[in-house]
Antibody, heavy 122, light 107 residues
């Protein structure tokens, strides 16, 4: 059974960089057919896809966040990471990591981490 | 980006009811649609992919249909554990986008 677990600071100051790591267990992050994604959800609101990475290191980001997002992968640790720069209060949300099952043009999310709340505040 | 619109935004129902949620895409997405269930404080859970294929382990009272721009999620006999928020997601094109959610509440 694949499991994902987010980790990182729960509080980030405005203008700084949010950094989170997702550790994958129960399967190799290097397995084919999957993209590894970050998704966020502000309190009481809907889901927003942030971006994804493939085991090769290729990335794709949501255009609305592209200028501030970097996703990287460390296959030796079975982890992938998110960096979001120049954060504001609007970036306060629960951040999820998820496995994307590649199907057709894109993918759906079959496994999710439990989520971690990141608050942007001074 | 493709806009996904769900209706209704919320509904009240009783255990045993048949419930239908609609999701409309702003352009055709073939059958590249998934449905998720989210309970408070929990991560979303995949219910259905490819518009109508039930994810392993999901009860058969859940079903999905549709293609192109109009899709439905049906719960045939609502159980107490089904009270949650449901989201649709298109994976036809980047960026993947979600509907705004439909909250199913106890009447």
């Amino acid at each position: 059974q694949v499991q994902l677990q987010e980790s990182g600071p729960g509080l980030v100051k405005p203008s700084q960089t949010l950094s989170l790591t997702c550790t994958v267990s129960g399967g190799s992050i290097s397995s084919g057919s999957y993209y590894w994604s970050w998704i966020r959800q502000p309190a009481g609101k809907g889901l927003e896809w942030i971006g994804r990475i493939y085991t090769s290191g290729s990335t794709n980001y949501n255009p609305s966040l592209k200028s501030r997002v970097t996703i990287s992968v460390d296959t030796s640790k079975n982890q992938f990471s998110l960096k979001l720069s120049s954060v504001t209060a609007a970036d306060t949300a629960v951040y999820y990591c998820a496995r994307g099952f590649i199907s057709g043009p894109a993918y759906y999310f079959d496994y999710w981490g439990q989520g971690t709340l990141v608050t942007v505040s001074s | 980006a493709i806009r996904m619109t769900q209706s209704p935004s919320s509904l009240s129902a009783s255990t045993g009811d048949r419930v239908t949620i609609t999701c409309r895409a702003s352009q055709g997405i073939s059958s590249y649609l998934a449905w998720y269930q989210q309970k408070p404080g929990k991560a979303p859970k995949l219910l259905i992919y490819a518009a109508s294929t039930l994810q392993s382990g999901v009860p058969s009272r859940f079903s999905g249909s549709g293609s192109g721009t109009d899709f439905t999620l049906t719960i045939s006999c609502l159980q107490s554990e089904d009270f949650a928020t449901y989201y649709c997601q298109q994976y036809y094109s980047y960026p993947q986008t979600f509907g705004q959610g439909t909250k199913v509440e106890i009447k």
